[in-house]
T-cell receptor
Framework: AQSVTQPDIHITVSEGASLELRCNYS??????LFWYVQSPGQGLQLLLK??????LVQGIKGFEAEFKRSQSSFNLRKPSVHWSDAAEYFC???????????FGQGTTLQVKP | NAGVTQTPKFQVLKTGQSMTLQCAQD?????MSWYRQDPGMGLRLIHY???????DQGEVPNGYNVSRSTTEDFPLRLLSAAPSQTSVYFC????????????FGPGTRLTVL
């Protein structure tokens, strides 16, 4: 079955520390990949997306992600986390063939002062 | 521009009742979709529409009905509410396809007793 896996349900990092959120997908087609963020009680907002070209993509709020086809991964990174980054992060797979998006389970990020 | 609006914000139903969740957008987007969000399961696609008059099923369509008579509106109908439909519901829109940037509404929290 098609799936997007975020292995870490919950991550806690100290403010100012680096962050990496993992994402793996299980499809063969050239994917569209996204990271969305959901602040508490809010809807989702796009952080960044990849569909072709440079495998390192830059997003908003200082986030970046790297697409690695050989590992079927699309990990999200940030060099220095701010307290306002505390939220839930979703890795999402899309295919222009199906018209549908598949969401990972989400990773909740807690930031310690 | 209001973007994507959802009403109501909160709703409590009794088992067997029916209701309609409203979603409206003023961005002239062709693609609209409904998701439900449950803890530990990410967002799951219920129904989607690629334009007025066209709808299709997502991952979890049972118990839900949709129609798209205008570009702006995409209501979600619960035919006979069940406790398993207790969830947070999000409407999302994008310009043309699922792989375009999705704009999410603020959500509707539904409880079925």
């Amino acid at each position: 079955a098609q799936s997007v896996t975020q292995p870490d349900i919950h991550i806690t990092v100290s403010e100012g520390a680096s962050l990496e959120l993992r994402c793996n997908y299980s499809y063969g087609a050239t994917p569209y990949l996204f990271w969305y963020v959901q602040s508490p009680g809010q809807g989702l907002q796009l952080l960044l997306k990849y569909f072709s070209g440079d495998t390192l993509v830059q997003g908003i709020k200082g986030f970046e992600a790297e697409f690695k086809r050989s590992q079927s991964s699309f990990n999200l990174r940030k060099p220095s986390v701010h307290w306002s980054d505390a939220a839930e992060y979703f890795c999402v797979y899309g295919s222009s063939n199906t018209g549908k998006l598949i969401f990972g389970q989400g990773t909740t990020l807690q930031v310690k002062p | 521009n209001a973007g994507v609006t959802q009403t109501p914000k909160f709703q409590v139903l009794k088992t067997g009742q029916s209701m309609t969740l409203q979603c409206a957008q003023d961005m002239n987007h062709e693609y609209m979709s409904w998701y439900r969000q449950d803890p530990g399961m990410g967002l799951r696609l219920i129904h989607y529409s690629v334009g007025a008059g066209i709808t299709d099923q997502g991952e979890v369509p049972n118990g839900y009905n949709v129609s798209r008579s205008t570009t702006e509106d995409f209501p979600l109908r619960l035919l006979s509410a069940a406790p398993s439909q207790t969830s947070v519901y999000f409407c999302a829109t994008s310009q043309r396809e699922s792989t375009d940037t999705q704009y999410f509404g603020p959500g509707t929290r539904l409880t079925v007793l």
